[in-house]
C-alpha cells in the first residue's frame, strides 16, 4: 500500500513531464511487472491510464482557469498532437476541449483514488499524534451551494458508499467561489430526506446561472462565522491521526468560554484532506453578545 502511494505521489509531482512505467520501477526499486500489478490492485487502472487520466483532468482545469489555447495545454502537458489531444478529451470528458474552453460545463474530472486505509471505525482520540491544532474566526457570505444527496450518509465512507467516489471529481469542475468542493453536516431543515446528514458540494454566488448537473441540487446558506479548525501538515500516512487531532480539538474547545455558541442552523464544513495544508473542519458560530442565553 506505502508503495502504492509512493508511487501516485512521485507522479502528481512529476506529471509535466513524460512518466514511464520504467520511472517507476526505479523509484520503487520494484520490476516492472509487479509495478504494473499493484498499480492495477490498488487503483483499478494501469500506471498508462492513470497518467493519462490525470493529465486530463489538470489539462481540463488549466482550459477552465487560465486564457490559453488548446496549443499550450498540448504543450504543458505533453500530448503527442492538437488531434490525439482532442480525441483524448472528448472520450474522457464527452466534450471538445476548444468548446469547453469557451463554455466550461461540470464534467466529470478523474479524482485519484490516493490508497489510504479505510477506517470505518468511530474515533479513539488516544491514537492521535497530538499534533498542533490552529483555530481562526472566518466569515462566509451569504451563497448557493451546488450538492449532491444521498440517502442516510453521516461521513465521507458512508456518502461513498450510497453515492461513489465520482461525484467530487464533477464538483471540483465547477468553479466555485472557494476554491474547492466541500463536504457537509446539514442541520435538519436542510436535509431530504431527514437521515441525510452528510452531503458534498459546490459553494457557488447567489446570481450563479451555470449549469445545474443532472441528480444534484440547490440550497441557499446565509452569511455566518466560522471557526475554522486546522492540523499541522502532516504525511500522507498519518491523514486519520491528523483527522483524530481536529477532531479531538472540536469536541474539548470551550466555545462558551471563548465568547460562542455554536450555529445550529448552519452546516459544519469539511475540507478535503491535503496533507500539505493540514486537516480542516469549520465549525459554524454566534458571538454570545448577540444570542439571548
Request: aromatic share 12%; with cysteine; net charge negative.
Amino acid at each position: 500500500m506505502m508503495t502504492v502511494q509512493k508511487m501516485q505521489n512521485y507522479i502528481e509531482e512529476h506529471i509535466l513531464e513524460d512518466i514511464k512505467i520504467d520511472d517507476l520501477a526505479n523509484l520503487t526499486k520494484y520490476s516492472t511487472v509487479h509495478v504494473r500489478r499493484l498499480f492495477l490492485e490498488w487503483t483499478k487502472l494501469s500506471p498508462t491510464a492513470y497518467i493519462r487520466r490525470l493529465k486530463l483532468t489538470k489539462a481540463a482545469l488549466m482550459l477552465r482557469d487560465e486564457s490559453c489555447r488548446v496549443i499550450d495545454v498540448v504543450t504543458q502537458f505533453g500530448f503527442g498532437s492538437v488531434d490525439g489531444f482532442q480525441r483524448a478529451f472528448k472520450k474522457e470528458f464527452g466534450c471538445n476541449p476548444k468548446e469547453y474552453r469557451t463554455n466550461p460545463v461540470p464534467i466529470y474530472l478523474f479524482t485519484p483514488f490516493i490508497v489510504h486505509s479505510k477506517n470505518n471505525k468511530a474515533y479513539d482520540f488516544s491514537l492521535s499524534n497530538a499534533r498542533k491544532v490552529t483555530v481562526q474566526k472566518i466569515h462566509k457570505y451569504e451563497r448557493k451551494v451546488i450538492i449532491k444527496r444521498g440517502i442516510k450518509a453521516t461521513d465521507y465512507w458512508s456518502y461513498c458508499d450510497e453515492i461513489g467516489c465520482d461525484v467530487w471529481g464533477l464538483l471540483k469542475s465547477i468553479k466555485s467561489i472557494s476554491g474547492e468542493p466541500v463536504c457537509l453536516w446539514l442541520p435538519e431543515q436542510y436535509r431530504n430526506p431527514i437521515s441525510n446528514e452528510y452531503v458534498q458540494g459546490a459553494e457557488v454566488e447567489m446570481d450563479y446561472k451555470g449549469v445545474i448537473p443532472d441528480g444534484f441540487e440547490v440550497i441557499e446558506l446565509p452569511k455566518a462565522d466560522y471557526l475554522l479548525f486546522r492540523s499541522d501538515p502532516y504525511e500522507d500516512e498519518e491523514y486519520e491521526s491528523a483527522i483524530l487531532d481536529v477532531k479531538k480539538v472540536i469536541s474539548e474547545y470551550d466555545f462558551h468560554g471563548n465568547g460562542y455558541v455554536i450555529d445550529e442552523n448552519n452546516p459544519r464544513i469539511q475540507l478535503e484532506p491535503i496533507c500539505t495544508r493540514g486537516y480542516i473542519e469549520m465549525v459554524p458560530v454566534i458571538s454570545k453578545e448577540f444570542v439571548n442565553l
